[in-house]
């Protein structure tokens, strides 16, 4: 390529980059809001909860407390647990009893979902807690162990600059309305299908 053609090439690459700078800007400049934000993470494939485990390690850069909710996974032996306990300004809620398939009892499993969701009414109180992660969240709402709208109204409720993370496969349509942000992870291949189990670190 010659001289000329590579002046060319980076003229057009330069010219692409300021159209491209002066949309963001133009975005950056219109977005003047401020509030606490409800997200959702979703779909069939993996990385929901490790999403919003990241982000609880980026409001903790910030200085900011969080609460954490795990609603259907009743271990306390992963890596993020083992983590995130020893951080002064987290508070760590394991609710649930293992999957409903392990369990194999809907009285007991609704109960513990209930008795889970008043632990969360009183964060969802606490306007000193910045950051709320509900993980799994969806499975009690899509099996109906806890009443969507209830949640709904509680979320709406909350103190205006507190952020809540919901996390779990198939959320519903009336929580994916009422959230600020709905990301769905998909499914392409998973290690599990071929027969690897859980590994510490990257599934544990």
Excluded at 168 to 192: N, W, Y
């Amino acid at each position: 390529m010659t001289d000329a053609e590579n002046e060319n090439k980076a003229a057009r690459h330069r010219k692409r980059m300021q159209r491209k700078k002066a949309v963001v800007d133009a975005a950056i400049e219109r977005a003047d809001q401020e509030k606490g934000l409800l997200l959702v993470h979703t779909g069939n494939g993996k990385g929901k909860s490790s999403s919003a485990f990241g982000m609880v390690a980026r409001a903790l850069g910030h200085g900011m407390r969080v609460g954490v909710a795990q609603f259907i996974k009743g271990r306390s032996d992963t890596g993020e647990e083992a983590f995130f306990r020893r951080q002064d300004n987290v508070t760590w809620h394991v609710l649930g009893e293992g999957f409903t398939w392990d369990t194999q009892n809907l009285e007991r499993d609704t109960e513990t979902a209930r008795q889970g969701w008043a632990v969360v009414q009183t964060m969802l109180r606490d306007p000193t807690i910045n950051l709320i992660v509900l993980d799994e969240l969806t499975y009690p709402l899509k099996y109906r162990w806890l009443d969507i709208n209830q949640v709904l109204e509680d979320l709406q409720n909350r103190p205006p600059m507190q952020h809540v993370v919901v996390t779990g496969r198939a959320a519903p349509e009336a929580l994916c309305d009422a959230a600020d942000t709905v990301s769905e992870m998909r499914d392409i291949k998973h290690a599990f299908r071929a027969g690897i189990t859980a590994q510490k670190g990257i599934d544990l």
